[in-house]
T-cell receptor, first 118, second 114 residues
């Protein structure tokens, strides 16, 4: 079974600062995906960024980037130039990959509540 | 058009009742899921369906039963509701590996059992 650990229950930074959210995971799988999801107060789950385990290059989406360290099983999220709208719960998630279709569900960490202060 | 929709968004009911939550996706995905988010915001997979076949059935009470009339729908039926069933339930869909594994979530249904 997979486990995902987010060790920071809550973080608070000033607007425009850079913040890094930590995530570690444990798995014996070699083919998998890692995700960061954002959940604002509206409770909608929004995909922030995705990383395929077989790709060495770290994923980047505008102000969001990851530091994927496969050997260390670490997958941190960096938010640059943070904005008030980034205030939300952030969940790190793991999913096994399967060839031939049909995917397992996501295994989530417990989340980090990120607060961006004006 | 909404990609993954759930009805209702809010559901308040009494202990012992039976209720259903509906989910529909218009993305043409092969796999659909149900997740439960508890009061501490922890999200856990409950079920998934791939081409109308159950492929995950986590250790949830058998009072919960997923029903999939077709590939676009995965409804969640709950019998004999208990106080501990109060939570937010999310439906999601995924194209699987061919889509990079991403899951698309519905808006959630907040279930309150009194």
């Amino acid at each position: 079974a997979q486990t995902v650990t987010q060790s920071q229950p809550e973080m608070s930074v000033q607007e425009a600062e850079t913040v890094t959210l930590s995530c570690t995971y444990d798995t014996s799988e070699n083919n998998y995906y890692l995700f960061w999801y954002k959940q604002p107060p509206s409770r909608q789950m929004i995909l922030v960024i995705r990383q395929e385990a077989y790709k060495q290059q770290n994923a980047t989406e505008n102000r969001f980037s990851v530091n994927f360290q496969k050997a260390a099983k670490s997958f941190s999220l960096k938010i640059s130039d943070s904005q008030l709208g980034d205030t939300a719960m952030y969940f790190c998630a793991f999913m096994k990959g399967h060839s031939g279709g049909g995917a397992d569900g996501l295994t989530f960490g417990k989340g980090t509540h990120l607060i961006i202060q004006p | 058009d909404t990609a993954v929709s759930q009805t209702p968004k809010y559901l308040v009911t009494q202990m012992g009742n039976d209720k259903s939550i509906k989910c529909e996706q218009n993305l043409g995905h092969d796999t659909m899921y149900w997740y439960k988010q508890d009061s501490k915001k922890f999200l856990k997979i409950m079920f998934s369906y791939n081409n109308k076949e159950l492929i995950i059935n986590e250790t949830v009470p058998n009072r919960f039963s997923p029903k999939s009339p077709d590939k676009a729908h995965l409804n969640l039926h709950i019998n004999s509701l208990e106080l501990g069933d109060s939570a937010v339930y999310f439906c999601a869909s995924s194209p699987g590996d061919r889509g990079g594994g991403e899951q698309y979530f519905g808006p959630g249904t907040r279930l309150t059992v009194t």
